[in-house]
T-cell receptor, first 116, second 115 residues
Framework: DAMVIQNPRYQVTQFGKPVTLSCSQT?????MYWYQQKSSQAPKLLFH???????NEADTPDNFQSRRPNTSFCFLDIRSPGLGDAAMYLC???????????????FGPGTRLTVL | AQTVTQSQPEMSVQEAETVTLSCTYD???????LFWYKQPPSRQMILVIR??????QNATENRFSVNFQKAAKSFSLKISDSQLGDAAMYFC????????????FGKGTRLHILP
């Protein structure tokens, strides 16, 4: 089945130790997103890729970076995790109107990040 | 800027009963899309139902239906015959028809199903 896959599902890191979260998709969608979600809150968009174009939200800290080496994969790098970065990180994909796609975002199961 | 408001942080409903979750939004655009997403305790977000603003007919998906009032900028979700598996966080979301790469979420409503 076509889907959005996130690895790992659970990640534990130490304060200040860099960590990378990964997302892959088999939907062939051209848009990929990274969200941060804290407990009982709405997902907060960090950034997204429209094809190869990177779009950073204005309030996303510099501590967060992203890479998209190809259509299928996208990575979230947290350079120096702080205690406040502990959260669920959700990856999502969609197909833009320009490619006659749908307007729906499809989400992965998320990676829960713990910072010790 | 567009905003989405869900005024009910939590709701409870008896199993087999009907419940309505409310959502209002603010926009100056005439063409857009509205969604309800469900996030069960396992945390994977899934689409429940979507509505195109240019369509007057309310969307329906099995036990889920919406009451879309464009003039009032209201988009409520009705769940009929509630089941234990409906327990989840429900997010209302907005997407512009002009900008096809971002959606705006409301803060969510946590729905409890009482057996």
């Amino acid at each position: 089945d076509a889907m959005v896959i996130q690895n790992p599902r659970y990640q534990v890191t130490q304060f200040g130790k860099p960590v990378t979260l990964s997302c892959s998709q088999t939907l062939n969608h051209n848009v990929m997103y990274w969200y941060q979600q804290k407990s009982s809150q709405a997902p907060k968009l960090l950034f997204h890729y429209y094809d190869k174009d990177f779009n950073n939200e204005a309030d996303t800290p510099d501590n967060f970076q992203s890479r998209r080496p190809n259509t299928s994969f996208c990575f979230l790098d947290i350079r120096s995790p702080g205690l406040g970065d502990a959260a669920m990180y959700l990856c999502a994909t969609s197909s833009s109107f320009l490619s006659s796609g749908t307007d729906t975002q499809y989400f992965g199961p998320g990676t829960r990040l713990t910072v010790l | 800027a567009q905003t989405v408001t869900q005024s009910q942080p939590e709701m409870s409903v008896q199993e087999a009963e009907t419940v309505t979750l409310s959502c209002t939004y603010d926009t100056s655009e005439s063409d857009y899309y509205l969604f309800w997403y469900k996030q069960p305790p396992s945390r994977q977000m899934i689409l429940v139902i979507r509505q195109e603003a240019y369509k007057q007919q309310n969307a329906t998906e099995n036990r889920f239906s919406v009451n879309f009032q464009k003039a009032a900028k209201s988009f409520s979700l009705k769940i009929s015959d509630s089941q234990l598996g409906d327990a989840a966080m429900y997010f209302c979301a907005y997407r512009s028809a002009d900008r096809d790469d971002k959606i705006i979420f409301g803060k969510g409503t946590r729905l409890h199903i009482l057996p």
